[in-house]
């Protein structure tokens, strides 16, 4: 039991980035309302971000940005900056996501035009009839 | 003599007509159609021009902006993505004939957004065959995702809620994939595929790579509709406008097969794939036989055209998925081989019905009497796409599936050998059911005065039609050489037969 305390304390990020998935995961799943849905997703996709954010953070580390002189000619102390290549690949990430949300909410208006509703059990209902 | 960078022209050519597509066409309707099919037809020369050269000099590598790799992004042309892009690029192509004319009648004044879209989906999918780099692939992957959001919704009725189903589970599968990024990039500090497939064999830790493996096979799975992940498939692409639909459910899921051989042969290797995990590869031939077998089931279920063919492209991602998974050449030319037909004879049956219900208005089982007479040449070629599917020589579909059938008893797994014949079996059930409906029963107003009149569908439906129809015997009188000559250096070593 200890052990496994200081399993999860010693990694808390990493458990804190799966809880908020399986938050969002639950949401998209097991929610009937179209909207809960759509924000479970975002809440699954920041979960990924946050975990791409923190493998690139080091303890200590600054940011990276480096004096370009010093750098060319001392070169790079690794240990003294945070590893940026997660960090912009989440910025690619963060635009596919919010360009999914933009079409997911666009697709969403249309529904309420067309039911007049956003739940799930509704909307399956008026097309049934 | 071929600039070197010619690969570059073909994934460009539909992305930036893309655009010009989307200002001209607002202009006037009439640029759209010369626009979309030069661009496209610009792609399949140029991606035939890839291909002899990938077959007379060997594969090659290219680095986009001379960012070198492992850092820069990195485009592989190799014999297998050149026959991909030959493919993609010519099955697009086929497919705008038919998708012009039907978006004329469904979406009247939206020609624009639609092929705006389209190209771009184009564009991603091209992009998909070509890239050397794992999160480059998944980005790519969303663009064609969210693009195929954007066409579902196009289409009239249920599409709407189909398209945001799509949505929701589209977006669980790139997030799978992107974690799986994720962990191979904690493992090796590296995303070029090449370079991780030069870390990995080196690194001690099992379960990580496991885990890596896990996540990115599941989110392939979904995006391909693999069987238990499939619930999403049959209304978007049944509800799809049929422009969309005729050039959508052909390639998307060969597009995401191609890509789970990538992970499986490019990032990881056949020995960590098949042999680390023993269990494994049986169980996924398992759940492919099963796959094959749920989703014919289900098929016999539908009344609707569409729809049956959407469960049928069910089974056959399960053939797919059985025969890369066999592990051993005669299933992995079978799978490389099925992909290419299956693309063509998808291809050739959604074509087909794009023209029935242009001239019919609908693709009700109860609505199909009489066609033979009314729309001989549409009916002569969907009945060619049919026995493809269930496949009788010489059409394509009998020479994948016997290189599928040859490689699962090769590899001992019977219970594939049994799924393959079975659905076979629905498959001409399902398809002699529609050929009796629309040969021998008389159509319902034309039974007693009025005189029988070919209606055939236009030209721009009927004749890519016709070509898909020549092109699946072609391609299958054509095998041998094909296997011989292309497939066979596309396999990972050691697994040509």
């Known amino acids: ?129 | 003599m071929s600039p070197p960078n010619l690969h570059l022209y073909v994934l460009a050519a539909p992305l930036l007509t893309a655009f010009a597509v989307n200002l001209l066409g607002r202009v006037s309707r009439a640029w759209i159609g010369p626009l979309a099919l030069g661009a496209l037809g610009f792609s399949t020369l140029g991606a035939l021009l890839t291909l002899l050269r990938v077959l007379r000099d060997g594969g090659y590598r290219y680095t986009v902006g001379n960012w070198q790799p492992p850092f820069g992004i990195e485009l592989v042309v190799d014999p297998l993505s050149a026959l991909m892009l030959l493919l993609v690029s010519a099955v697009a192509l086929l497919a705008t004939f038919s998708a012009l004319k039907s978006v004329v009648n469904e979406l009247p004044g939206q020609e624009h957004l639609f092929f705006t879209l389209y190209l771009i989906l184009i564009a991603g999918l091209l992009g998909l065959v070509l890239t050397g780099d794992a999160f480059n692939l998944y980005v790519l992957l969303e663009i064609t995702s969210i693009t195929t959001y954007g066409l579902i919704a196009m289409g009239k009725g249920r599409a709407a809620l189909s398209s945001f189903n799509y949505i929701i589970m589209g977006s669980i599968g790139a997030c799978f994939y992107l974690l799986g990024v994720g962990y191979l990039y904690i493992l090796t500090g590296t995303l070029n595929m090449a370079d991780i497939a030069r870390i990995l064999p080196g690194l001690a830790a099992p379960a990580a790579v496991a885990t890596a493996f896990a996540f990115l096979m599941v989110g392939l799975w979904v995006k391909m509709a693999f069987f238990p992940l499939h619930g999403w498939l049959p209304n978007a692409y049944s509800h799809a406008p049929t422009g969309a639909g005729v050039m959508i459910a052909p390639l998307m899921t060969k597009v995401t097969i191609y890509l789970m051989i990538r992970v499986m042969f490019s990032i990881f290797s056949p020995d960590y794939t098949f042999f680390a995990h023993p269990g494994v590869q049986a169980g996924i031939v398992w759940a492919a036989s099963l796959a094959i077998l749920c989703s014919s089931a289900l098929a016999l279920a539908q009344r609707n055209l569409r729809r049956m063919l959407t469960y049928i492209l069910l089974a056959e991602v399960g053939y797919m998925v059985g025969g890369v998974w066999l592990a051993n050449g005669s299933g992995m030319t079978g799978a490389v081989l099925h992909i290419v037909n299956d693309a063509l004879m998808t291809l050739c049956l959604f074509l087909a019905a794009a023209a029935i219900i242009y001239r019919t208005g609908s693709l009700d089982f109860d609505r199909l009497q009489g066609l033979y007479r009314r729309m001989p040449l549409t009916m002569a070629a969907f009945t060619v796409g049919a026995f493809s599917l269930i496949g009788v020589p010489p059409t394509c579909g009998f020479f994948s599936k016997w290189y599928l059938i040859l490689g699962a008893v090769e590899a001992g797994h019977w219970e594939f050998v049994a799924a393959l014949l079975a659905s076979s079996l629905i498959n001409a059930v399902l398809f002699f059911r529609i050929i009796e409906t629309a040969y021998f029963n008389p159509a319902p107003d034309a039974a007693d005065s009025v005189p029988l009149r070919s209606e055939e569908a236009p030209a721009l439906l009927l004749n890519p039609l016709l070509v898909t129809a020549v092109a699946l015997v072609a391609v299958g009188l054509g095998t041998g050489p094909l296997v011989e000559n292309v497939i066979r250096l596309a396999l990972p070593p050691g697994f040509a037969p």
């Open chain 1, 1 to 129: 039991m200890e052990q496994l305390l200081a399993e999860i304390v010693a990694k808390y990020n990493y458990w804190l980035y799966v809880v908020l998935m399986m938050i969002g995961f639950y949401a998209m799943i097991g929610k009937r309302n179209l909207v809960k849905k759509l924000l479970g997703m975002n809440i699954f996709q920041t979960a990924i971000i946050l975990f791409y954010v923190s493998i690139g953070v080091k303890r200590g580390g600054g940011i990276p940005i480096v004096d370009k002189h010093a750098a060319l000619t001392q070169g790079v102390d690794v240990a003294q900056v945070v590893n940026p290549l997660p960090h912009v690949l989440m910025l690619t990430a963060i635009v596919v996501s919010v360009s999914v949300t933009g079409v997911a909410l666009a697709i969403l208006v249309r529904l309420y035009r067309q039911y007049g509703t956003l739940e799930e059990d509704e909307i399956l209902e008026k097309i049934g009839r």
